[in-house]
T-cell receptor, first 115, second 114 residues
Framework: AQSVAQPEDQVNVAEGNPLTVKCTYS??????LFWYVQYPNRGLQFLLK????DNLVKGSYGFEAEFNKSQTSFHLKKPSALVSDSALYFC?????????????WGAGTKLIIKP | DAGVIQSPRHEVTEMGQEVTLRCKPI?????LFWYRQTMMRGLELLIY????????DSGMPEDRFSAKMPNASFSTLKIQPSEPRDSAVYFC????????????FGPGTRLTVT
């Protein structure tokens, strides 16, 4: 069965410091991996994805994520956090070889950036 | 493109009333997803359509919930009768069947059932 784990309910980072939001996954086939961000009272916004190719993918707002097949991880990173990065972050996965198009979602991680 | 459009943005209704939520997907997208988000249960997939056909409705909580997609540009989610435990934010999302794969979300409908 497919699954996604975001082991931290909340991550606290000081502004200007690097941030990491963790995600691990389990799929039987090739993983298609996604990160989304949700600001208060808004819908989810797509940040970045890994489908194939370079393990380091870059996305919106200076975020990047590294696909690690051996550790089945897809951690979200940013070199220097901004207060405006404070939001709820979701990791999602689907099996690329599956005709079922739905995404399996993590529970979300609340990121708090302190000035 | 205007993105995924949902209406209404807010809905307050009394227990027992019928509620209809509406969604217009992004033009050209052929997959549509209805989600529900609550503090207790997080983000849940209720149903998804591909080419206007319901593919997986296993997330629909009970028979009080129904969804339709009469054409490629419109979908509804109906709750009848509504109950207080249905209070949540309901999101609609759409995507291409294939590449580039990511789903695009609407702003959501905040439903409050009193």
């Amino acid at each position: 069965a497919q699954s996604v784990a975001q082991p931290e309910d909340q991550v606290n980072v000081a502004e200007g410091n690097p941030l990491t939001v963790k995600c691990t996954y389990s799929v039987s086939g090739n993983p298609y991996l996604f990160w989304y961000v949700q600001y208060p009272n808004r819908g989810l916004q797509f940040l970045l994805k890994y489908i194939t190719g370079d393990n380091l993918v870059k996305g919106s707002y200076g975020f990047e994520a590294e696909f690690n097949k051996s550790q089945t991880s897809f951690h979200l990173k940013k070199p220097s956090a901004l207060v405006s990065d404070s939001a709820l972050y979701f990791c999602a996965v689907r099996d690329g070889g599956d005709s079922n198009y739905q995404l399996i979602w993590g529970a979300g991680t609340k990121l708090i950036i302190k000035p | 493109d205007a993105g995924v459009i949902q209406s209404p943005r807010h809905e307050v209704t009394e227990m027992g009333q019928e509620v209809t939520l509406r969604c217009k997907p992004i033009s050209g997208h052929n997959s549509l997803f209805w989600y529900r988000q609550t503090m207790m249960r997080g983000l849940e997939l209720l149903i998804y359509f591909n080419n206007n056909v319901p593919i997986d409705d296993s997330g629909m909580p009970e028979d009080r919930f129904s969804a339709k997609m009469p054409n490629a540009s419109f979908s509804t989610l109906k709750i009848q009768p509504s109950e207080p435990r249905d209070s949540a934010v309901y999101f609609c999302a759409s995507s291409h069947e294939g590449y580039p794969y990511e789903q695009y979300f609407g702003p959501g409908t905040r439903l409050t059932v009193t």
